[in-house]
Every structure is written in C-alpha cells, then in structure tokens.
C-alpha cells in the first residue's frame, strides 16, 4: 500500500530543542501539503510545496518553521527552539498535479513538547 | 475567525439512527469536501461537491451542497458503531498556485451500539 507515510508517529522534545518531522507522498505525487491540527482550533494549513520549491507558505509561523522538498528523499518540516505551544499533530497531504484536489493524508506526528 | 462553520459540534446517538450535520458559509465557495477523521489518524476523503444543488451518495451517505453554493449537508441513514469519528468540511483555497484546504472545525459523532 503505497500511501503517504510520515515519521515519526510520535515524537517528544523538550522546550528548546529541535523537531524534524518527514513525509514521504504517495506514489506519483509531487505536490505536498502540511497541515498542523490543535485541539481548539481544528486543521490549519501550513505550507505547500512541489520538488525542491515552497509554492506557498502563508501559513507557516516566520520564526522557528522551516519545510523542505527535496529532489531526492522525502520532505521535511523542521520546527527549532520548540516551545510548548507547538504542540501538536502534524499531517502531510499529496496530490497529483492534475487533481490537486484530491488531498490524500498520512497518519500524522504527533509533536509533545515537554 | 472559522470561514466555515460546522454544526453540531458534538453529536452522540444509538445505532439505527439518522442523523444530518452541516456546514455553512458567510460567502460563496467553488466547491466543498467532505473528511472523516478517525482517532489518531489522518482525514480521509469522503467526497467532493462541485455544483450548486448536487447530491451525491455514498453508500449510506448523503452529501448535498446548496443552491448558493454557501452550504452543505451530510445525511447518514441507520449509523452504525463504525460511523463513530470526526466529520470535517473544507473548501480549496481560490485561484493561481493558492491549493491549500480550508477547514471546519468538524462534528465528532459517537454511535452507541
């Protein structure tokens, strides 16, 4: 089954410390989506990007929040400096480049920052 | 502030029972979607409306978008226990490079056997 995959599925930090959480899309898929859900708030996007560029990162914090894409290997969300408040579970989507649509989603991780 | 506004947001109900919950709109979007979300999991794609007034069914699911394209509907006859989980709206981001999902909050829904 050739679904998304992200690792890991859990993941504790302590305050200060830094997160690299790892997609790797469906089959086929160029396009990735990261998305981050809070108890309070519901599914925020975060960033979207296409092999090796970041297509829109409107939702993305201006501090601390990085994604990748790479040519090679699966992409990256990297949080630095963790704070409580990140907290949370991180989803990556993939999509195709003609049904973009069509958002098909990874288990999640899990970030517990203690 | 929720550009999409999901009702209710907690539903609990025995099986065998109908149930509809809803997403509205203050403004008109291109098309909707419909998640499921199980615990500890990431949504699931149920569905996606397109035209003003369109119903589509899935299974014993009822999927409706209004006539204004503002609001929908999720209808499930007879739920069962398996029903159980989080049901998510949300509209694609309008225009150009702009892809990303816009999201309710959702309604969790319990069905007790």
């Known amino acids: 089954n050739a679904g998304v995959m992200q690792n890991p599925r859990h993941l504790v930090r302590r305050r200060g410390q830094e997160a690299r959480l790892r997609c790797s899309p469906m089959?086929?898929?160029?396009?990735v989506y990261w998305y981050r859900q809070l108890p309070e708030e519901g599914l925020k996007f975060m960033v979207y990007?296409?092999?090796?560029?970041?297509?829109?990162e409107s939702g993305m914090p201006k501090e601390r929040f990085s994604a990748e894409f790479p040519k090679e290997g699966p992409s990256i969300l990297r949080i630095q400096q963790v704070v409580r408040g990140d907290s949370a579970a991180y989803f990556c989507?993939?999509?195709?480049?003609?049904?973009?649509?069509?958002?098909?989603f990874g288990p999640g991780t899990r970030l517990t920052v203690t | 502030t929720q550009l999409l506004e999901q009702s209710p947001q907690f539903l609990s109900i025995q099986e065998g029972e109908n149930l509809t919950v809803y997403c509205n709109s203050s403004?008109?979007?291109?098309?909707l979607q419909w998640y499921r979300q199980e615990p500890g999991e990431g949504p699931v794609l149920l569905v996606t409306?397109?035209?003003g007034g369109e119903v589509k069914k899935l299974k014993r699911l009822t999927f409706q978008f209004g006539d204004a394209r503002k609001d929908s509907s999720l209808h499930i006859t007879a739920a069962q226990p398996g029903d159980t989980g989080l049901y998510l709206c949300?509209?694609?981001?309008?225009?150009?490079?702009?892809?990303?999902?816009?999201w309710g909050l959702g309604t969790s829904l319990a069905v007790n056997p």
């Open positions: 089959k086929g898929h160029s396009h």
């Open positions: 409306v397109v035209t």
């Open positions: 989507a993939s999509s195709s480049g003609h049904s973009y649509y069509e958002q098909y």
């Open positions: 403004s008109v979007f291109s098309s």
């Open positions: 990007l296409q092999k090796e560029n970041i297509i829109d």
């Open positions: 949300a509209r694609i981001g309008r225009a150009g490079n702009n892809r990303k999902l816009i």
